[in-house]
């Protein structure tokens, strides 16, 4: 029996996810991971009620499906604005799969960052770094374009975690300028087999965009019952230019209701 704030998932909810999971040793010729893209999102395709704002979309049932998500990859993915809205915890917290509240760290995914222009100001209090000293969770790595602050490696550092430096071309707007093929690559460089891609928008978008829909291996996404409204931010990936075709559309779909919300699972290539 659970005790109150465990999470537990269902061996049978198991089964429905095995098609969709990393592979052992699938990905191992290949020079970047198996990648899944897993979100929550509202009726109106928005994955919260405003940028910055951290907004609960997943039930207690589909919450637990993406804490065994968690247990399943090397690593998790998010970007900067979502680091920031939601100061993340980024571990597993499902009860039997190991690492949280004594197990060690093993079956925990490595926090990955994606903070291009060193956005994200770490401080004494940052969860994350947080949970890394306590043992509960990894310590994170952040991928950047740009030489980091000396007090965010200090404090990144005195837990175990650390800023990858990608030397792609930097713009001085806020704009993405780090290639996926080139972060995934840079992960996969330090061993990761696996990576379950969070969001928030700008991350989810740019990876659907076509030059990048070829990474992903998996889309796993919950849908809530609910209507966020105008002014959130929306899943809606860019169209190539002059096209007039979808962006991308999911193949071998299989659907599963938990609790009151949906869970999608397909793929993307052909
Ligand atoms: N419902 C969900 O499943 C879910 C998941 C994650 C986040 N969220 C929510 O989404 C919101 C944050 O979303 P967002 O769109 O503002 O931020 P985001 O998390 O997508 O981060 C955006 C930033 O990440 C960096 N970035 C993204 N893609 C990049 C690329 N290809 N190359 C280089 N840098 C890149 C850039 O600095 C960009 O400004 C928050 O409100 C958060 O709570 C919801
Ligand atoms: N599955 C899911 N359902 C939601 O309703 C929601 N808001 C998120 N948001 C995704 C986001 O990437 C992380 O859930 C947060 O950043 C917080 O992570 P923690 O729980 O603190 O580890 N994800």
């Known amino acids: 029996m659970a005790s109150r704030g465990e999470l537990i998932y269902p061996e049978d909810d198991r089964v429905f996810l095995k098609p969709y999971l990393p592979v052992p040793d699938r990905s191992q010729d290949s020079n970047v991971p198996f990648v899944t893209l897993t979100f929550a999102t509202s009726l109106d395709s928005a994955l919260s009620l405003a940028p910055g704002v951290q907004t609960a979309l997943s039930g207690p049932q589909s919450k637990t499906m993406t804490h065994y998500l968690r247990c399943k990859h090397d690593a998790i993915m998010i970007g900067v604005g979502t680091a920031i809205a939601d100061d993340p915890s980024l571990n597993c917290r499902v009860q039997g799969v190991g690492g949280y509240g004594g197990e060690g760290l093993t079956g925990q995914p490595q926090p990955v960052v994606v903070d291009p222009h060193g956005r994200w100001q770490l401080t004494s209090k940052t969860k994350i770094l947080n949970l890394a000293r306590e043992g509960r969770g990894k310590a994170p790595w952040i991928l950047t374009s740009q030489t980091p602050s000396v007090e965010n490696v200090k404090l990144l ?50 990876l659907l965009a076509a030059d990048n829909a070829d990474l992903i291996d998996s889309v796993i996404v919950t849908i809530a019952p609910t209507w966020l409204g105008q002014g959130g931010v929306v899943v809606s990936p860019p169209r190539t230019e002059g096209s007039s075709l979808p962006v991308a559309r999911l193949r071998q779909t299989k659907w599963q209701q938990l609790g009151e919300d949906v869970v999608l699972c397909g793929v993307l290539k052909a």
């Open 157 to 206: 550092e005195q837990v175990g975690g650390c800023y990858i430096v990608l030397n792609t071309p930097t713009s001085t707007s806020e704009k993405p300028t780090m290639a996926w093929l080139d972060m995934l690559r840079a992960v996969k460089d330090r061993g990761v087999e696996s990576i379950m891609i969070e969001g928030g928008g700008v991350i989810i978008n740019s």
